[in-house]
Nanobody, 128 residues
Framework: QVQLVESGGGLVQAGDSLRVSCAAS????????MGWFRQAPGKEREFVAA????????YYADSVKGRFTISRDSAKNTVYLQMNTLKPEDTAVYYC?????????????????????WGQGTQVTVSS
């Protein structure tokens, strides 16, 4: 079973950049596809981005495409979400999640139930 811990959230201004990280432990990192979700106040948790176990495939929500980049570092067992040109509507708690490599990752695997393990989240606030 893998444990996930997010970090790097904070308060930034619109137009700024921020990188959040998710460190994995307790499992073999390369056995998992990784994803980022977010939940804004009063809203449901939504998919942001995902990356395959080998880093070869990436998927993004339309709302962040072209602004956010997901990546992973196998040497550090860490997945990153680089967020550029942030907007106030990006304000949310950001969660990372893991999906077993035995299962396919595709543009259709964007639901919460597609992921088995979750971190506690990190708050990102973008002021206007």
């Amino acid at each position: 079973q893998v444990q996930l811990v997010e970090s790097g959230g904070g308060l930034v201004q619109a137009g700024d950049s921020l990188r959040v990280s998710c460190a994995a432990s307790g499992g073999t990192f390369s056995n998992y596809h990784m994803g980022w979700f977010r939940q804004a106040p009063g809203k449901e948790r939504e998919f942001v981005a995902a990356i395959s176990w080998d880093g070869f495939l990436q998927y993004y929500a339309d709302s962040v495409k072209g602004r956010f980049t997901i990546s992973r570092d196998s040497a550090k067992n860490t997945v990153y979400l680089q967020m550029n040109t942030l907007k106030p509507e990006d304000t949310a708690v950001y969660y990372c999640a893991a999906r077993g490599r035995a299962y396919r990752l595709s543009s259709s695997t964007y639901r919460e139930y597609h992921y088995d393990y979750w971190g506690q989240g990190t708050q990102v606030t973008v002021s206007s």
